[in-house]
């Protein structure tokens, strides 16, 4: 079956939230713009889906920081042109030893680029939360203004439905299985149900698939690595739901150090806060085991000593299963595919547990690379795919505990 429209100006590849993020800011400039994803849209085997997501600019590498704060910016832009909220604004904290090098990179960060953050002892953490959270002896906490939570699937249709109305095609169960160089010039994308569609320019966003994909697209493997990772919900105890709702300005927060562990506010489910660790197992995107995680004890744990009793930490009460895809830095893959492809093909993945909130700045940045030929407003040294040439590790990272929370087993 061949397509019998016109030659789009660009085809997007993945319709979650980095590739309809990317189809809304081609099309808002006006160029043609081709949308496939493999599945239904708004699907929930990927990693774009969900009740919620967190948002903060408390990274210990310094090139995220600016990077959060303009993500922050256009999150706002976008919701304000669709016309309801994704993006619900509440403080960011984060915890840990207080000798953790990555957390005083955090600090330090802030401080670089004059973000006011408060870092409190122990009695303070209690005084200001009230009693509802508590930290040991040699831990500080870090509180910041910039945190929130995004609306994952609710995100995802938001940018779809913006994609749409500036004239963008949208077309689900479109199983990509090639890319190749047109002879007249261009790219054509063929599909498993015998589909194909011309166009100028081609952007890959299709997260735990990357690998496969450009696999077999172009040649190299790629070092991304999906996991299956669980979302875990605690009850609140009775008579204490109200303490802990981003309604009354509870944070979106984070503990350094050994699990991991990160959370938000009571906002999606009545009675509930999500509390999870960030990690996984290996998986294959097409075999997952759907299951629960192995062990919970060190989160049980972690949950009854911060949160003074105030939450049952016999159990989750809900589970929610989802991937990361993870590479060996934790840093992104934001790049052209080069080789036969050149400059025609760009991909992004890699995003390893921490990018949806980057997903506005992404969209715009993958945008400008087809249309503009270069990225005007975020730089990407530390993105690029040659950082893997010779280094299998990727990026050098001042400390080694930088990339070591999100620990996945084979």
């Known amino acids: 079956m061949e397509y019998s429209g016109q030659k789009f100006d660009v085809i997007v590849i993945g319709g979650g939230v980095m590739g309809s993020s990317t189809a809304y800011h081609v099309a808002k400039r006006g160029y043609t713009t081709l949308l496939l994803e493999q599945?239904?849209?708004l699907h929930h085997r990927g990693s774009s889906h969900g009740e919620s997501r967190t948002i903060r600019a408390t990274y210990p590498e310094?090139?995220?920081f600016g990077m959060v704060v303009e993500a922050a910016k256009l999150w706002e832009q976008?919701?304000?042109e669709v016309g309801y909220k994704v993006y619900y604004k509440t403080p960011q904290f984060d915890m840990g030893p207080s000798d953790d090098k990555s957390l005083r990179c955090v600090i330090a960060n802030c401080e670089s680029y004059s973000m006011p953050c408060r870092v409190l002892d122990?009695?303070?953490?209690s005084d200001h939360f009230s009693g509802k959270m508590a930290i040991p002896e040699n831990w500080i906490g870090v509180l910041t203004e910039l945190g929130g939570v995004i609306k994952p699937t609710k995100a995802v249709s938001m940018f779809q439905t913006l994609a749409f109305q500036?004239?963008?095609v949208l077309m689900d169960n479109m199983e990509v299985k090639d890319i190749k160089k047109d002879d007249g010039g261009g790219i054509v994308v063929h599909t498993s149900n015998g589909a194909k569609f011309c166009g100028n320019k081609c952007v890959v966003t299709v997260g735990a698939w990357m690998k496969k994909l450009v696999k077999?697209?172009?040649g190299p493997l790629l070092p991304v690595q999906p996991i299956e990772t669980t979302v875990c919900y605690w009850k609140i105890?009775?008579?204490h739901h109200g303490e802990f709702t981003i309604e009354s300005g509870f944070p979106t927060f984070a503990s350094y150090g050994e699990p991991y562990i990160y959370g938000t506010p009571s906002l999606e489910f009545p009675g509930l806060i999500k509390i999870a660790v960030h990690g996984g197992h290996s998986c294959d995107p097409d075999k997952r085991t759907w299951g629960p995680p192995a062990s919970l004890e060190s989160l049980k744990q972690w949950i009854e000593e911060r949160f003074s009793g105030l939450i049952e930490c016999t159990g989750p009460v809900a589970i929610q299963s989802c991937m990361y895809t993870m590479t060996p830095d934790e840093d992104f893959v934001i790049d052209f595919l080069g080789g036969e492809l050149g400059k025609d093909v760009a991909v992004a993945g890699g995003f390893s547990g921490h990018g949806f909130k980057m997903a506005p700045l992404v969209g715009r940045t993958l945008a400008e690379m087809v249309l503009d030929g270069e990225a005007k407003g975020v730089e990407l040294k530390h993105f690029r795919l040659a950082r893997f040439e010779g280094n299998p590790k990727g990026n050098v990272k001042e400390f080694e505990d930088q990339v070591s929370?999100?620990?996945h087993r084979e």
């Open 405 to 407: 929370h999100c620990k």
């Open 39 to 41: 599945f239904d849209f």
């Open 166 to 168: 500036n004239g963008a």
């Open 216 to 218: 077999t697209v172009s």
């Open 122 to 125: 122990p009695v303070q953490v």
């Open 237 to 239: 105890k009775d008579g």
């Open 62 to 64: 310094n090139y995220y």
């Open 78 to 80: 976008v919701q304000s």
